[in-house]
């Protein structure tokens, strides 16, 4: 009887550990499942940059700020400073595009604003005597969005913080898995060779064919 007491224990243990495992094993398995797939099929269009075509859009718009507004072009000296509100507005209706409250560059004739995104780039210039603005915007495509939503390219702080909310999640998965390949690996006579397998391809990949 008293040799069963340690038995039970040590099963009731395993137990324990194995649900709290398996259950954050799967929870971070949700959280991070869109993520991996966006992160390994734009992993694929990355390597193979190259050989996707891309071609990209370009929008081309012209305007010239009215004279009520004209006067807002000469606020500011040369430096970095935002456009202020009422130019912005008038420009997101006259263009038909989103003006960002975004620090401009100005100089003694222009105002530039710079408006990059993930998949293409914008830019403003207005010329500060003439008010002539002139807008273009450069779209390359969905894959390449994509592929700046992986490389984290001018996609903002909340995607930042995305990213690094998914690779804690990733973490704790691979974590997770590793403990219980561990636990089960009593049962399973190729999870030591696998797993090494795993580690050293790439290891030695980059040691002997990366200069």
């Known amino acids: 009887m008293s040799a069963t007491r340690p038995l039970q224990r040590d099963q009731a243990r395993r137990g324990y550990w194995l649900r709290h495992l398996h259950r954050w094993h799967w929870i971070s398995a949700a959280l991070s499942l869109a993520g991996l797939l966006l992160f390994a099929l734009t992993g694929f269009t990355l390597n193979h940059a190259g050989a996707i075509e891309a071609s990209p859009t370009v929008l081309h718009r012209e305007a010239s700020v009215p004279a009520a507004l004209r006067a807002q072009l000469s606020v500011t000296s040369a430096g970095k400073d935002v456009l202020p509100k009422s130019l912005r507005d008038w420009l997101g209706q006259a263009l038909a595009v989103p003006i960002p409250a975004r620090a401009a560059e100005w100089s003694s004739d222009e105002v530039y604003l710079s408006m990059p995104r993930p998949g293409g780039d914008a830019w403003l210039s207005i010329d500060r005597e003439t008010g002539a603005v002139e807008y273009e915007r450069t779209d390359r495509g969905w894959i390449a969005y994509l592929n700046d939503l992986h490389k984290g390219r ?48 790439p290891l030695l990949l980059a040691l002997l064919f990366i200069h």
């Open 154 to 201: 001018n996609a903002g702080a909340l995607w930042s913080w995305f990213i690094d909310l998914f690779a804690l999640a990733c973490v704790v998965f691979a974590l997770t898995g590793l403990i219980l390949l561990k636990l089960h690996a009593a049962n399973r006579r190729s999870t030591w060779p696998l797993l090494g397998l795993g580690v050293l391809l």
